[in-house]
């Protein structure tokens, strides 16, 4: 059986679903499929509300901490943070509400991102 795993990915703060391949250090190449006008908390607490475990943020570059912590401020424990997730740093974001970090973003879904 497949198990959905939602995901907010997150790119300049906001909340997108990037076309895979063209998330480069030029953001003129970039492309979306899809730009929430919601917060990324709004996504945690629905996630939430409906008891989607395994539910992960991931930061797609700078800009996306503030995003982020409000996030796992909404869903304490109840959300994994990968994107820029280091030794130095995972304790902080531990305390801010994470319930698992991805080391250096390495997520099989998000490979090839900066």
């Known amino acids: 059986m497949t198990k959905f795993r939602p995901c907010i990915d997150l790119h300049s703060g906001q909340v997108k679903?990037?076309?895979?391949?063209?998330?480069?250090?030029?953001?003129?190449?970039?492309?979306t499929n899809f730009v929430s006008?919601?917060?990324a908390s709004y996504f945690a607490q629905l996630y939430r509300d409906n008891?989607?475990?395994g539910a992960?943020?991931?930061?797609?570059?700078?800009?996306?901490?503030?995003?982020?912590?409000?996030?796992?401020?909404?869903w304490p424990g109840g959300l994994q943070v990968g994107g820029g997730?280091?030794?130095?740093?995972a304790k902080g974001w531990i305390e801010r509400?994470?319930?698992?970090?991805s080391a250096e973003g390495k997520c099989p879904a998000h490979e090839g991102a900066p």
Do not use: C, D, W
């Open 97 to 101: 509400g994470a319930g698992q970090q």
């Open 56 to 74: 992960h943020i991931i930061m797609l570059g700078p800009g996306n901490e503030e995003a982020a912590t409000e996030a796992l401020r909404t």
């Open 37 to 39: 006008s919601k917060p």
């Open 51 to 53: 008891k989607l475990e």
């Open 17 to 31: 679903q990037i076309v895979g391949g063209t998330l480069t250090t030029n953001t003129s190449e970039l492309k």
């Open 85 to 89: 997730i280091t030794a130095e740093n």
